[in-house]
């Protein structure tokens, strides 16, 4: 059976439609690996090789991995929210009622949504501290720690501007406190505030200008800057493994 | 021309050795390519690998990658089912609920806004911060991850006493105590560190730390504290309560 279904696999993989879509053929030798990674528009931001010791867990615990994975989640969560959101009072928090009670599967979307945020905070939070312990900022990868501060606050503004709008009691509240904060910087703060509120207080044209950065602004920035981020890991010779190389301890005696 | 070791073991003898290689003549390239070497006694050349041991990315790489997604996601989804999204009243401005906390994020940030003006909690403070982590790699001082007592020992002491003692002051001039707690424990831990002499694999551990390990770390407990006090310890009107009383 599994036989069988090996075979069609491979079949279809000689096929010509599917040679035209994934050049790598279905070989097993490492030219067909590299063109795995070559040919891919997905994946050409990475390596074809890395070192063994950087695909340890005990190197990066995967939490950069793990930071885009629940960004991944997030995009297509999110998308499928859009579908049965208005960005408008009342219908914002109706349509929260309407997922609760009227949408198939409509909490689970919402909920897999608001958790994977809170995990895409912690992830990028532990994903800095991990870095900086392992001391993976020096030289030459200097830059692409402060591309990692960018997305860092980026995180931090798509899951806040993504607060409001359920535009429930918590929502409200949690960005009036946060709001009322930028109020304190000097000459500009109430400005600034302003800009981003479309108002004196939290209303409905906060809840249009929120929407339109947690959907569309935000989220095109953060693939920018995490899509800068992966092709400098590979420009900047690979993920930091740290430590003396082993190969350099042991010399090969010659045979 | 090809050239072979002897495998003729030399003996110490006062006699002059007999030539240690045979010589051989071989036109076939292919057999034999062209290569002469020289081994002489009791070395062997050893060949230096500069070069790491590497894996394919695909599938080496990427497969880990995808089984760390995928438990990722096993645990997201079981979240998903077990806890759901919060959702409150329909939002209404006349209705200040108390206390109104920010995302758990920020409860850090509004938990100092209880112990300093808003300039200095909700702008000074943040914007040091992320300048200080942008500045992060461009300091010598990180860069070389030299142990914050191994030079200057005693002209480093003062410094950090004088600079300990303002920041206590400070804190103790403005009833920080969930800031006090975590500066007195690195500071502890930076003067532990500074003996003139560490023995012991621990004591070693902690002399090689630099400044930013220490900055860093002060940094991640201090901001740990604040968060959790935040979300668990801050009642109505910020008052302290406990996690069972909320």
């Known amino acids: 059976m599994i036989q069988a279904m090996e075979g069609y696999w491979n079949q279809l993989r000689r096929t010509r439609v599917w040679q035209s879509v994934f050049r790598s053929g279905t070989g097993t030798s490492n030219l067909h690996r590299s063109q795995v990674v070559q040919q891919s528009i997905f994946l050409h931001l990475l390596a074809v090789k890395v070192r063994k010791r950087a695909v340890s867990f005990r190197v990066t615990w995967y939490l950069g991995t793990l930071s885009t994975a629940t960004f991944a989640i997030l995009v297509v969560t999110g998308i499928l929210l859009m579908l049965y959101y208005h960005p408008s009072t009342p219908e914002a928090y109706a349509d929260m009622k309407d997922l609760q009670f009227v949408v198939s599967a409509g909490v689970f979307l919402r909920n897999l949504h608001r958790w994977s945020a809170h995990a895409m905070v912690l992830l990028v939070f532990a994903h800095m501290f991990k870095v900086f312990y392992r001391g993976a900022y020096r030289s030459p990868r200097e830059f692409n720690w402060v591309v990692g501060v960018v997305l860092l606050t980026l995180t931090l503004f798509l899951s806040y501007t993504g607060y409001l709008l359920p535009w429930d009691q918590l929502a409200f509240w949690a960005i009036t406190v946060g709001s009322n904060l930028l109020s304190a910087v000097p000459l500009v703060g109430d400005k600034i505030r302003f800009l981003m509120l479309g108002g004196h207080t939290v209303n409905a044209n906060a809840l249009l200008r929120f929407y339109v950065l947690h959907c569309v602004i935000l989220p095109l920035l953060a693939v920018l800057f995490i899509a800068i981020h992966f092709w400098r890991i590979r420009k900047d010779g690979g993920i930091h493994v740290g430590g003396p190389k082993p190969a350099e301890a042991e010399t090969l005696p010659h045979a | ?246």
């Open chain 2, 1 to 246: 021309m090809w050239v072979a070791p002897n495998p003729r073991k030399p003996r110490p003898s006062p006699m002059p050795e007999p030539p240690r290689f045979t010589a051989a003549v071989d036109s076939n390239s292919r057999r034999t390519p062209v290569r002469v070497a020289f081994l002489t006694r009791r070395t062997s050349p050893q060949v230096k690998v500069t070069d790491e041991d590497t894996v394919m990315t695909w599938p080496n790489g990427l497969f880990r990658a995808l089984v760390a997604i995928e438990l990722l996601v096993i645990g997201l989804i079981w979240l998903s089912i077990l806890w759901d999204a919060p959702l409150e009243a329909f939002a209404d401005p006349m209705l200040t609920p108390n206390p109104a906390k920010a995302p758990w994020y920020f409860l850090g940030l509004q938990e100092l806004l209880h112990y300093f003006p808003p300039v200095v909690a909700g702008v000074l403070i943040p914007s040091l911060v992320l300048m200080a982590l942008v500045v992060v790699p461009y300091f010598n001082i990180n860069v070389e991850s030299e142990g914050v007592w191994a030079k200057n020992r005693q002209t480093r002491l003062r410094v950090f006493g004088v600079g300990m003692l303002a920041l206590v002051a400070l804190l103790l001039a403005y009833k920080v105590y969930a800031v006090l707690a975590p500066t007195v424990l690195i500071g502890a831990a930076m003067l532990a560190a500074a003996q003139p002499h560490p023995s012991g694999r621990f004591a070693k551990w902690l002399a090689s730390k630099p400044l930013s390990f220490w900055i860093v770390t002060w940094f991640l407990i201090a901001a740990s504290v604040l968060t959790v006090i935040g979300t668990f310890f801050r009642g109505p009107g910020w008052a302290w309560v406990w996690p069972w009383e909320l």
